[in-house]
């Protein structure tokens, strides 16, 4: 199998395509978790998020190669903590689905963390994201309520016009 940087390098077409265009925006509001009231969001864009994972045969079984596997559609915030704050000198990224609210990303911006363009709409990095247990062979879930950290490849796509700005900001959030 090939390591997750080569395997998104060759997994072109799918999700990561330029040629895809983010659909239009859907607005409606929804309420704010407790801690998000602790932050300021610093910057916004609305894009499609997809993440890198096993490609599965049409038995359910792993294939060895990798896919490109949508997340949904929503706005992305990169979430400063307020100043004297818990929150203070933290850094996350939240995005909600923009149909239900339903969080899909909600991962704190490390040092290490890097955000590299991927063509001419899409933002690519690693993030550290808690999921269900599942079955190894099959990929079906066993318990949704253990959770286990897992590095995943993200891409975000973001119309062409915002994807310079996004990558800037992206960047921009990594504590030095």
Do not use: C
């Amino acid at each position: 199998a090939k390591p997750p940087a080569a395997a998104a390098a060759a997994a072109g077409g799918g999700e990561g395509d330029d040629d895809d265009e983010v659909p239009p925006e859907v607005t409606e509001e929804v309420g704010k978790a407790k801690d998000e009231l602790d932050r300021t969001v610093e910057f916004e864009v609305r894009g499609k998020l997809s993440r890198l994972g096993a490609e599965r045969g049409s038995d359910g079984k792993k294939t060895g190669q990798q896919e490109w596997k949508e997340m949904g559609m929503g706005t992305l915030q990169v979430l400063y903590g307020k100043p004297g704050g818990p929150q203070e000198g933290k850094r996350y990224l939240l995005m909600r689905d923009e149909k239900l609210g339903k969080i899909k990303l909600n991962t704190m911006v490390v040092p290490n963390m890097k955000f590299t363009s991927a063509g001419k709409a899409n933002t690519r990095f690693f993030a550290q994201l808690m999921e269900p247990l599942t079955d190894e062979e099959t990929g079906k879930v066993i318990d949704h309520e253990k959770l286990s950290p897992s590095n995943v490849m993200l891409n975000l796509k973001v119309p062409k016009d915002k994807a310079e700005d996004t990558l800037k900001a992206l960047q921009d959030a990594v504590p030095k």
